[in-house]
């Protein structure tokens, strides 16, 4: 019975002749080559490496790749971009009888975000692995941030550090790599990667100070969260009130389904996983749910869907329109 790639969950290894790194996590893709290429170097000595463009590379030009000598060592690594422009209908049986015989010369590598499954599947299982490389979730990019610090970089960073990197930055790793590199040079080797430096040294987007109106929604204080719908709206440029305006009703969608979650007897924590929250502003949004109810929830959601119809029939201006849905946010978190 062939085996099935997809069951396997392991790093790619020295003993693999077809391997396919699929996902839209180039950081992960890019890590499990290096990974390979070590695993081949010490197994060979020094290898080649052949790259190709799966939208232009011709099959068999590749695949002669594989099975021709090599003139500077005795290992290739011929890797293939854009796999699912290269693996098509018409090139699929090529593939399925080299992966069924494939050269003990060379490792053929087919990386790219989209992989279409089929046959081929189970006769590169028998020569190799098909390994996933989707993005993370949040928590596993804050475990993955606190030992990458200190494996790769010398330094350390607590739980809450890497939570807050992680909620700037989002949960790609290379982005969160390429920050942690910068940190750990500011922290100096050994030192700690702290809060204060990532508010320092990480910038946000302007996307991201629009998104930072729901910290203040929240805050209890009608004059602070005016006062930062204000900062936002006059420093974020012409059309900021869209996403401002979709980041409340985003917040209220949160708070309305942890709400009736919560009278409905579910976990809070299982809630919070189902609403996509982490990081330091999990808690103030588990917490405003608990104390407003179900009920002023969908009020205010209610009340988010409004102001929404308003912004785009022109009903007022949009300064005056969103203060009104922020006094409501804020008179319901007091």
């Known amino acids: 019975m062939a085996k099935k790639a997809a069951a396997i969950s392991r790093a790619p290894n020295a003993g693999d002749r077809v391997v396919v ?13 290096s990974m390979l290429r070590e695993a081949l170097e010490k197994e060979h000595g ?11 590379a011709e099959p068999a030009m590749v695949l002669d790749e594989c099975r021709s000598f090599g003139l500077m060592a005795s290992h290739k690594l011929v890797i293939v971009d854009e796999a699912d422009q290269f693996v098509k209908a ?42 996933r490389c989707d993005e993370v979730e949040p928590d596993v990019a804050i475990r993955w ?11 350390t960073i607590d739980p809450r550090a890497a939570s807050v990197l992680v909620e700037r930055l989002g949960a790609d790793l290379g982005k969160i790599d390429s ?21 320092e040294l990480v910038g946000m987007t302007r996307e991201d100070d629009v998104w930072a109106i729901q910290s203040y929604l929240l805050c209890g204080d009608a004059s602070k969260t005016l006062g930062e719908l204000h900062v936002i709206l006059n420093n974020s440029g012409r059309g900021a009130h869209v996403p401002v305006s979709f980041a409340c009703s985003d917040l209220a969608r949160k ?19 189902e609403m996509k929250l982490w990081g330091p502003s999990r808690d103030p949004i588990l917490h405003a749910a608990r104390q407003i109810g179900a009920m002023r929830a969908r009020k205010l959601f209610d009340e988010c869907v409004q ?9 007022g201006t949009p300064m005056r329109v969103l203060e009104v849905l922020a006094l409501s946010f804020a008179r319901l978190s007091r």
């Open 90 to 131: 018409d090139t699929r049986p090529m593939l399925e009888r080299y992966a069924q015989g494939p050269s003990e010369q060379a490792t053929l590598v087919l990386r790219g975000a989209k992989w279409n499954k089929g046959k081929l599947d189970d006769v590169i299982g028998q020569a190799g692995l098909i390994l």
């Open 255 to 273: 708070l309305m389904g942890i709400a009736q979650g919560m009278e409905q007897g579910i976990n809070p924590h299982t809630l919070a996983k």
């Open 46 to 56: 020094e290898i080649e490496t052949f790259k190709f463009s799966g939208e232009s």
């Open 21 to 33: 790194l699929v996902g839209k996590e180039l950081f992960l893709r890019s890590q499990y080559t």
């Open 145 to 155: 941030t606190q030992k990458r610090a200190g494996k790769e970089y010398e330094s």
């Open 179 to 199: 920050e942690l590199a910068k940190l750990a040079t500011a922290a100096g080797k050994g030192n700690a990667i702290t809060i204060e430096l990532i508010a």
């Open 307 to 315: 102001a929404d119809m308003a912004l785009k029939s022109s009903v």
